[in-house]
């Protein structure tokens, strides 16, 4: 790309860009998001307990615990939920 402006902000030219990313990267949740508070559900089971028209939730962070056997879980009971 050439030297130049884009919208305002000077633009220089790129050799590449380096993107690191983690691996297991545990989601920060707020408190209540996996066990509900003050007797109310907790966000992530009102996301995970049925799908929402023909739309389900499948992801390692509804699980709590990032590796491959939660999103094979999470993806295998979303499948289900909407067949
Ligand atoms: C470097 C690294 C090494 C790892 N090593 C291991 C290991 O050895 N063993 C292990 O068990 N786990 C490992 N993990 C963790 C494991 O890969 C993840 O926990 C798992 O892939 C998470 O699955 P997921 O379905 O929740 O999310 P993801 O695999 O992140 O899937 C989310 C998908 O949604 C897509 N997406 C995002 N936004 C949108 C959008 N707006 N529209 C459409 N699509 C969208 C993304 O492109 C992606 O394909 C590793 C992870 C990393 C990063």
């Known amino acids: 790309m050439a030297q130049g402006r884009a919208g305002g902000i000077q633009v220089f ?8 990313r ?5 989601v920060n949740p707020q408190p209540g998001f996996f066990f509900g508070v003050n007797g109310k559900p907790a966000p992530r089971d009102i996301l995970r307990n ?3 028209g023909r739309i389900a939730f499948a992801n390692t962070d509804l699980a709590g615990a990032s590796d491959h056997r939660n999103s ?3 993806a295998d009971r979303a499948v289900k939920q909407l067949l």
């Not at 030219?13 to 690191?20: A, H, M």
């Not at 983690?22 to 545990?26: D, K, M, R, T, V």
């Open 22 to 26: 983690w691996g297991h990267a545990y």
């Open 13 to 20: 030219p790129r050799k590449g860009i380096i993107l690191n």
């Open 50 to 52: 049925r799908p929402h």
């Open 72 to 74: 094979i879980r999470e």
